[in-house]
């Protein structure tokens, strides 16, 4: 293995004849050596490498099916196995492909990264949602398909009686979703009652307010306090994660907690776990997202169609067989 990333396989010493050799391409942790890689996708990835002067090393998580199908444990160990290829102190680009997965080891992998290699530019061709997205806000700097887009924070959690993951927002927004229906009855039923019976607010008010108590309490009585906080907890976990992750960016100023800010809006403010944010809402957002160049946004765009269906982690290397 050369300084550069190829090596010979199957070299016997007895000479060829003088024909040029055959290569192909492999990724460095999964598959691993001795299985290929399509090689439009390396060709592409070493391009990239190139073009940004770092090491890119891939996250590809397309196959739902297979190892390495989401951020969890086992891609964290991975990249820390491999902690001795990765360039002490010199930045790379991670291209992220992936559902998501747990936010923990999300978080834990890049601030992994910032350790070793002193930060990373992260590489969006296609899509990185939820904890992949948490990942991302790890980055310096974010590069984006211009189909690509980021998804929302809120943590899923799996519900044994529908047998279905779902999203802990719906739990938490359906309270305040609650309280701002009382506010709204408060409001218009003081209106009604005013208009037609003439009489003053403060003489209606105490009527109105037992009137909306009455017809809420059921639905409150429903709530179970201990799990709704249980909810709310695991959300906070994962606004924890994203503040901590971008403060090195944002900190705080004169105007604000930009960090918590957008930590905030990525777990709450969207209305499904799978919202797609794309390159404009992201900028909006306050994400560092940079405008690539002419040829990384057309490699961008190349790889988004090259990755489909793949499951590939770590960094390309070109093996010449003979």
């Not at 999964?30 to 073009?51: C, F, H, M, N, R």
């Not at 899923?156 to 009686?161: E, K, L």
């Not at 960090?259 to 499904?272: F, G, S, V, W």
Request: net charge negative.
């Amino acid at each position: 293995m050369t300084a550069t990333g190829k090596h010979t396989a199957g070299s016997s010493g007895g000479g060829t004849g003088g024909a040029s050799p055959r290569r192909r391409y492999e990724a460095s942790l999964y598959p691993g050596p001795g299985q290929p890689i399509p090689e439009d996708l390396a060709k592409s990835v070493l391009a990239l490498e190139k073009s940004l002067a770092q090491q890119v090393w891939l996250m590809i998580q397309q196959d739902h099916q297979g190892p390495f199908a989401h951020i969890d444990r086992r891609l964290t160990n991975a990249f820390w196995r491999a902690k001795d290829a990765l360039p002490a102190g010199e930045p790379i680009a991670l291209l992220v492909d992936s559902p998501g997965g747990d936010a923990r080891a999300a978080y834990q992998l890049a601030r992994f990264l910032r350790r070793r290699c002193g930060g990373f530019t992260a590489i969006v061709p296609g899509s990185a949602m939820s904890a992949a997205t948490l990942l991302v806000l790890g980055a310096d700097s974010i590069l984006m398909g211009s189909d690509a887009w980021l998804g929302p924070l809120d943590a899923q959690r799996f519900d044994p009686d529908t047998e279905t993951l779902g999203s802990v927002l719906d739990e938490v927004q359906a309270l305040e979703r609650l309280h701002a229906y009382a506010l709204e009855a408060v409001d218009e039923t003081m209106l009604l009652l005013a208009g037609r019976t003439g009489k003053r607010l403060e003489t209606l008010l105490p009527h109105v307010l037992r009137f909306v108590a009455d017809w809420t309490r059921p639905l409150l009585e429903k709530v179970d306090v201990v799990h709704y906080n249980e909810q709310a907890r695991v959300l906070k976990v994962a606004e924890e994660y994203a503040v901590r992750l971008l403060r090195p960016k944002h900190p705080p100023g004169p105007h604000g907690d930009e960090a918590e800010r957008i930590a905030r809006h990525l777990a709450e403010k969207y209305p499904e776990h799978r919202f797609p944010i794309d390159v404009q809402e992201a900028r909006e957002l306050g994400l560092d997202v940079d405008q690539p160049t002419e040829e990384q946004a057309k490699l961008l765009d190349g790889l988004w169609h090259q990755i489909d269906g793949l499951n590939i982690v770590g960094r390309v290397t070109e093996v010449e067989v003979r």
